[in-house]
C-alpha cells in the first residue's frame, strides 16, 4: 500500500497520461489552424448580438404591411400618423398605434398578435425583400468560426423575427437572442439578449466580448447600455453621420468585408 504523501506511481502514471494525452492533442490541432484556435478560445466566446432589420436584411416594409392589414381586419381602420420604428421594439410601436386609434394595446395583444403573425409570412413573400450586402457570406464564415456565437437583438417579437430570418433561410445561424416582446424599452431587450447568451454558452461566455451590430442609433446606445461593444452599419435606419456621432466600436458601409469584421471583433 502506498503511504499517505507518497508520489507514487499511480500518480506517476496518471501524471504521465495527462502528458501524453496533450502531446497527442497539440500533435492533432498543429496541422488544423481552426481547430488549433477552438482549443485555445473555447474558454472565451465572441458573442456577437445582431439586429435584423436594416441590418441583416430589408423586409421591404413588410412588418407595417402586415400591421395595416391586421388593423383593418380588427378595427376597419389604420391611423393617420406616420410612426418611428426604426431601432424601436414591436411592443413600443404597437403600444402608440393603439394609442392614436385610442385603444388599449394589452386589451387586444392576444388577438393582434395572433392575426399579425398569421399575415406576416404571406406578405413577406409578396413584398421585395432582400439579405444585406454581405450578410449571407458573413454568416457562412462565422458560423464555421469556432471562436464566435451567433445571437439576435431586435425589437422584433420572437416569433415575427423567426418568420423574417427563415423566409431568408438565416435562421439556423442564431441559437439564443433578445425579442421585441421580452420588453418595450430596448436596452432591457439588450439585457435578455446578453442574459440568453450568458446561458446558451456557460462557462465560454464572456461579458467583455459581446458585441452588438446594428443599424441605428437606438442599436448603439442599448448596446452601450449593457457594456457591449458595437458595430454600426450604414444599411439601414441610421445616416452615417448619425451613426458616427453615437460613437460605436466602428461604423462599416456593410457587411462585406468579412475579415475586417472578424478582425474587429476578435481584437
Ligand atoms: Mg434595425
Known sequence: MMAAGHWGPGVKGSCRLGVQMISCLLREVAGRPSLFIFVCWRKSLVSLLF???GTL???GNAGMKAVHETLVEMFGEVPESNLVVHGRTDHGIMTDVFDLLEKDYQQHRGEFDQLYWDKLPGVMAKSDGFLLPGVAGLLEELSAAPDVALGILTGNARVAADIKLKHFGIERYFSFGGYGDDHSDRNQV????VEAAREELQGSFDADRVWVIGDTVNDVNCARSVGAKVIAVETGGGTKDELTEAAPDFVFEDLRDV????FSVRN
Not at 190 to 193: C, D, W
Not at 259 to 262: C, G, H, K, Q, Y
Open 190 to 193: 439588450a439585457a435578455v439578449a
Open 57 to 59: 436584411l430589408r423586409a
Open 259 to 262: 475579415e475586417s469584421f472578424l
Open 51 to 53: 439586429d435584423i432589420d
